[in-house]
């Protein structure tokens, strides 16, 4: 008995070295990870958002009374522009994944 | 087995460090590559650590999805290999801990899994009865070291032990394994 040999029986268990299975379950598990993790980061900023919202709230709306008429239709357009931004940076980010 | 595997080259000339360098930047292929040349080792590993295929491949699954969250942490030009093999270690201990665990395996996967006992030979099945024998460190550094061509260092770095615990577990180990087998012939 040599330690070949006993090298040789250890070799018999060893998983194939390619396992398209075992990857796939691995990558499938940590897409889900990074999907929960994603929607945790967004609810959070949520929150945060809509807390600040909420405190500035007082402060905003005189300004918002005052400017509202005049910078309406602009703060709308650049709202719409910049989710367009998001959208897009956001499918450029996960093509590159 | 003089085919060289994944993780034998040394670390600098390695592509690891590229890979590691791209999955650090956010690169889910860079990673799916690592998962597939270190997929081997480390369910060798763990399937000889624990004595329990489809446990093994549970925890190697449960070990590749920590090494993606923890990524950044490894500290550059260590071995990947061995620090896989350390979370899975990791893992292993706390699964022996916590006694409760509750493995779900979906049946497909389960289905496709060779079976174990099956699958071995008579010598083969002394071997496994002799590992189970060993304490879980002795028995972790066998399989590092004996079985996986892990060097000395190589294996304390991934357990966590000092190198002389290293080298004296896996005498010890290789001295019992011999023994019973020899025993068995």
């Known amino acids: 008995m040599t330690d070949a040999h006993l090298k040789a029986l250890f070799a018999q268990d060893e998983p194939p070295a390619r396992d398209p299975a075992f990857s796939a379950a691995v990558m499938e598990a940590v897409a889900r990870r990074r999907f929960v993790l994603d929607v945790a980061w967004l609810s959070g900023a949520a929150l945060i958002g809509g807390l600040l919202l909420w405190a500035l709230w007082p402060v905003l709306h005189p300004l918002l009374a005052q400017t509202g008429d005049q910078f309406g239709p602009v703060a709308a357009c650049v709202t719409l522009a910049l989710v367009a931004v998001m959208l897009v940076d956001g499918r450029v980010t996960a093509t590159a994944r | ?185």
Not at chain 2, 59 to 78: D, H, K, N, P
Not at chain 2, 98 to 104: C, F, I
Not at chain 2, 158 to 167: D, H, N
Not at chain 2, 177 to 185: I, K, N, Y
Request: proline share 3%.
């Open chain 2, 1 to 185: 087995m003089s085919a060289r595997r994944p993780g034998d080259e040394p670390v600098s000339t390695s592509p690891d460090v590229a890979l590691v360098e791209q999955a650090r930047a956010g690169s889910t292929a860079a990673f799916a590559r690592l998962v597939e040349r270190h997929q081997q080792a480390v369910r060798a590993f763990l399937r000889r650590a624990c004595g329990d295929w489809a446990l093994a491949d549970d925890l190697a699954q449960e070990t590749f999805l920590a090494a993606w969250s923890r990524i950044g942490r490894l500290e550059a030009g260590a071995s990947v290999r061995a620090w896989l093999c350390g979370i899975g270690y990791n893992k292993h201990l706390t699964a022996i801990r916590s006694r409760t665990r509750a493995r779900t395996r979906e049946a497909a996967w389960e289905e496709e899994r060779p079976s174990q006992a099956s699958a071995m030979s008579d010598e083969r099945m002394t071997l496994e009865t002799a590992l189970k024998s060993l304490p879980d460190d002795q028995r972790a550094c066998v399989a590092l070291c004996l079985a996986a061509d892990f060097s000395h260092a190589e294996a304390a770095e991934a357990l966590g032990l000092p190198l002389g615990t290293v080298k004296s577990h896996v005498t010890r180990g290789r001295a019992r394994l011999l023994e019973v087998l020899g025993e068995s012939r």
